[in-house]
């Protein structure tokens, strides 16, 4: 069906070749392969030939087709999309031109959404092409078993990069330091880009600390730094990465989170600070499908800033 077998051992690859097939064989003048994430709709691969959609493109996932589709509204394939009300109500309707539309949903290996296989052209289809859905059906499922396997073996992959992490841990905290930080961050953001995966960064100043070391001595002020640690470890979950990446400034990215989680995270961090006596300011950046990891540790560094010198519990930038 595909050029070669080399196709389906890669996901970007293979997608690439999925959609330029499908272009052949039912014409359509935009097919997508997408993932959705909160209200965001991604395009991460695009066979675009009218409709100036490439890869990358940001929409509402409530003004699609495809959120119709996986809610049971409407049809994976309707040849004249205009006779089926949810689609005909849908937003995105009004925006651009659409006369038939095909939308199969791609899974994670637990069966949640992962995003959709979808087209769409102005001009409506023979209904015949209803009866093409068990073929659609196989390549929507070989996708999403090539990406489950695929993103299986980064989160191997990603537990390797862990263990390999002696020479980047911080000797005082056991936490990684700021070198293993710039080579993760790049990492994940690179896996971000690629699978349209949700991260955000959290920044913890501790307050304080330069005053502990200068009444107490320097033994009482890394004796504040391991236990402040301690405390960041047991609030963060498995997957995601702490590190110490200044005197008193340490740094958590958080991974595949959906909206709540990294807002939770910051009230289990305080909670956890409170709970050994030490204060300390916090700042939440999430990043954006527009914006970068490194971004997101930019405004996260600001938004803990403004926490300090407002002296309240907590300040998060969206």
């Known amino acids: 069906m595909l050029s070669s ?8 690859a293979t997608s690439s070749s999925v959609l330029t097939y499908l272009h052949e064989r039912y014409g359509f003048s935009l097919w997508m392969i997408t993932r959705t994430s909160g209200e965001n709709w991604i395009v991460l691969h695009a066979e675009d030939h009218g409709y100036n959609v490439k890869g990358g493109d940001i929409f509402r996932w409530t003004d699609s087709f495809c959120s119709q589709m996986v809610q049971g509204r409407g049809p994976c394939i309707a040849p004249e999309s205009n006779q089926v009300p949810a689609y005909l ?5 009004r925006q651009v031109e659409i006369g038939a539309y095909i939308g199969l949903p791609l899974t994670n290996m637990d069966g949640s959404l992962f995003g ?4 769409i052209d102005p001009k409506c289809q023979s209904e015949s092409l209803v009866e093409e859905l068990p073929h659609l059906q196989l390549i929507a499922q070989m996708l999403g078993t090539i990406l489950a396997f695929e993103i299986r073996a980064e989160h191997e992959s990603r537990r390797a990069e862990r263990a390999e992490q002696v020479a980047e ?6 936490l990684f330091n700021r070198r293993g930080w710039d080579r993760i961050l790049a990492i994940e953001e690179s896996r971000c880009r690629r699978y349209g995966s949700s991260a955000s960064v959290i920044m913890i100043d501790l307050d304080g600390l330069k005053v502990v070391n200068d009444r107490q001595g320097h033994c009482s002020g890394d004796a504040l730094l391991a236990k402040a640690a301690d405390a960041l470890r047991l609030a963060i979950r498995e997957c995601d990465v702490v590190a110490r990446v200044g005197g008193d400034e340490f740094a958590i990215l958080t991974i595949d989170a959906d909206e709540a989680i990294p ?16 204060s300390a300011s916090i700042g939440l950046a999430k990043r954006a499908p527009s914006k ?13 800033y403004a926490q300090k010198r407002n002296k309240s519990k907590t300040c998060v930038l969206i």
């Open 292 to 304: 970068s990891l490194e971004i997101a540790w930019g405004e996260a560094d600001q938004a803990m």
């Open 89 to 93: 109500n849908a937003p995105i309707g």
């Open 116 to 119: 959709t296989l979808c087209a």
């Open 5 to 12: 077998f080399q196709a389906f051992t890669d996901f970007n």
């Open 169 to 174: 841990t911080d000797s005082l905290t056991g």
């Open 263 to 278: 807002h939770d995270m910051v009230t289990r961090l305080s909670e956890q600070l409170t709970a050994v006596n030490i």
